[in-house]
């Protein structure tokens, strides 16, 4: 498996916040409910990680300290 990682500075996430980041309409900043963000990326994101057999997860240190999303992909098709 291949493993790739995508860090930001932005907001962050409390742990809590993390459990619920890939659910479909999911903010982690309810004031950011508007017209130019579905809530749809991540969890879009994770149903096509998952059809090529990847995991896909965030960790974030908490609060004002960004996040990073990772995701791995296998480096063999099993359909050769």
């Known amino acids: ?16 916040q993390i459990k619920h980041v890939f659910e479909e309409f999911y903010k982690a900043d309810q004031s950011r409910h ?5 809530g749809l990326g991540l969890s879009i994101s994770q149903k096509i990680v998952e059809k090529h057999n990847g995991k896909i997860w965030i ?22």
């Open 1 to 16: 498996y291949a493993i790739i990682s995508i860090k930001d500075t932005g907001m962050g996430m409390t742990k809590q």
């Open 34 to 38: 508007d017209f130019y963000s579905s």
């Open 59 to 80: 960790e974030s240190p908490g609060p004002g300290k960004g996040a990073i999303v990772f995701f791995t992909l296998p480096l063999n098709s099993d359909k050769e």
